[in-house]
Nanobody, 122 residues
Framework: QVQLVESGGGLVQAGGSLRLSCAASGRTVSRWAMGWFRQAPGKEREFVASIRWSGTTTYFTNTANSVKGRFAISTDNAKNTLYLQMNSLQPEDTAVYYC????????????WGQGTQVTVSS
């Protein structure tokens, strides 16, 4: 019942920034987790960042080592939207970026968006 739609991708030069958005619709559970993944052609899907709520007001975030210090995950609860702020982009960041969501602690995500392309030129 949950639908996720990514937006904000595009072409950017190395060193530039983009902010991806993931709009969620439908009902979510109280202990919810969302994340960003990416997949380059010929490569496996890679974890980028996640946010997990513990209780109703506390949440935890995590980012992959490859993007720590450059990417930040955040959410706007009022708009039911997940964001990925990407700074200091590098050509290696070129991929289709997907958002995902599911119950925290389930071990995997149940819902996925269709992805948005990010291309970083050198």
């Amino acid at each position: 019942q949950v639908q996720l739609v990514e937006s904000g991708g595009g072409l950017v030069q190395a060193g530039g920034s983009l902010r991806l958005s993931c709009a969620a619709s439908g009902r979510t559970v109280s202990r919810w987790a969302m994340g960003w993944f990416r997949q380059a052609p010929g490569k496996e899907r890679e974890f980028v960042a996640s946010i997990r709520w513990s209780g109703t007001t506390t949440y935890f975030t995590n980012t992959a080592n490859s993007v720590k210090g450059r990417f930040a995950i955040s959410t706007d609860n009022a708009k039911n939207t997940l964001y990925l702020q990407m700074n200091s982009l590098q050509p290696e960041d070129t991929a289709v970026y997907y958002c995902a969501g599911g119950p925290a602690g389930a071990g995997k995500y149940d819902y996925w968006g269709q992805g948005t392309q990010v291309t970083v030129s050198s």
